[in-house]
C-alpha cells in the first residue's frame, strides 16, 4: 500500500542554516504530495504541494520537488529562522488534489536556536 | 486561509464514559470532513471520513460503534468516543474541505 517515510527528528540547526529534510514515499498510482507544517499549539498547515513529476512546490522560502524516479519529495530551505520551528509532515494523496485520503509521515520536529 | 476549530482542546474522562469532540469549519462550508488520530510521535492515521447528511465511511480496523460520527450540517462535525478506555487517549484531529484545513486537534486522556 502506499505509505511516506520521513528522517526522524528531532533536527536541530542553527539561524542560517540551510536546512533538508528527508521524504521518500511509496504509492501504486500516481500521488500528490505535500509538506505540512504544524507551529506549536496551531493546527496543521499546507506549506507546499506538487501534484506530477519534477514539479516543484515552493513557500515562504520552502522548496521540494517531486523526483518520481528516486520517489523522494525532500524538503529544503536555504537559510532557517528560529520562527520556522515546529513539526514538519510529509505527506501523499493517491487521487491527486482531490477530496480523498492523505497518508502522512510520522513528523520531523525542528529546533532551530538563534 | 480556511478556519477549522475543535473544542474541546483537550479532555481528561474517567474510563467508562463518553467524550464528544466538535470540529467545525468557520468561514466555510464542508460537505466531507475528516478525522485522524494521532499517537505521539507517530503518524497522522486517518479514522473515517465524514460526509454531511450521510453516514460517515470508517477505516479499516476502526470501530465504528466506538468511535460515533455525525456530520449534521455544512459547517459541524462531531466525533463521540463512547465508553472510553486508557488505550484511547490520543491525539484527535479533523480536516475539513476538498484542501484539507485541519483544525488544532483535541487531546485526549482516559484515567
Known amino acids: 500500500g502506499n505509505s511516506v517515510t520521513q528522517m526522524e527528528g528531532p533536527v536541530t540547526l542553527s539561524e542560517e542554516a540551510f536546512l533538508t529534510i528527508n521524504c521518500t514515499y511509496t504509492a501504486t498510482g500516481y500521488p500528490s504530495l505535500f509538506w505540512y507544517v504544524q507551529y506549536p499549539g496551531e493546527g496543521l498547515q499546507l506549506l507546499l504541494k506538487?501534484?506530477?513529476?519534477?514539479d516543484k512546490g515552493s513557500n515562504k522560502g520552502f522548496e521540494a520537488t517531486y523526483r518520481k524516479e528516486t520517489t523522494s519529495f525532500h524538503l529544503e530551505k536555504g537559510s532557517v529562522q528560529v520562527s520556522d520551528s515546529a513539526v514538519y509532515f510529509c505527506a501523499l494523496s493517491d487521487q491527486g488534489n482531490r477530496d480523498d485520503k492523505i497518508i502522512f509521515g510520522k513528523g520531523t520536529r525542528l529546533h532551530i536556536l538563534p | 486561509g480556511a478556519v477549522v476549530s475543535q473544542h474541546p482542546s483537550w479532555v481528561i474522562c474517567k474510563s467508562g464514559t463518553s467524550v464528544k469532540i466538535e470540529c467545525r469549519s468557520l468561514d466555510f462550508q464542508a460537505t466531507t470532513m475528516f478525522w485522524y488520530r494521532q499517537f505521539p510521535k507517530q503518524s497522522l492515521m486517518l479514522m473515517a471520513t465524514?460526509?454531511?447528511?450521510?453516514?460517515?465511511?470508517?477505516e479499516q480496523g476502526v470501530e465504528k460503534d466506538k468511535f460515533l460520527i455525525n456530520h449534521a450540517s455544512l459547517t459541524l462535525s462531531t466525533l463521540t468516543v463512547t465508553s472510553a478506555h486508557p488505550e484511547d487517549s490520543s491525539f484527535y484531529i479533523c480536516?475539513?474541505?476538498?484542501?484539507?484545513?485541519f483544525g488544532p486537534g483535541t487531546r485526549l486522556t482516559v484515567l
Open positions: 506538487a501534484t506530477k513529476a519534477d
Open positions: 465524514s460526509n454531511e447528511g450521510s453516514k460517515a465511511t470508517y
Open positions: 480536516s475539513a474541505g476538498r484542501t484539507q484545513y
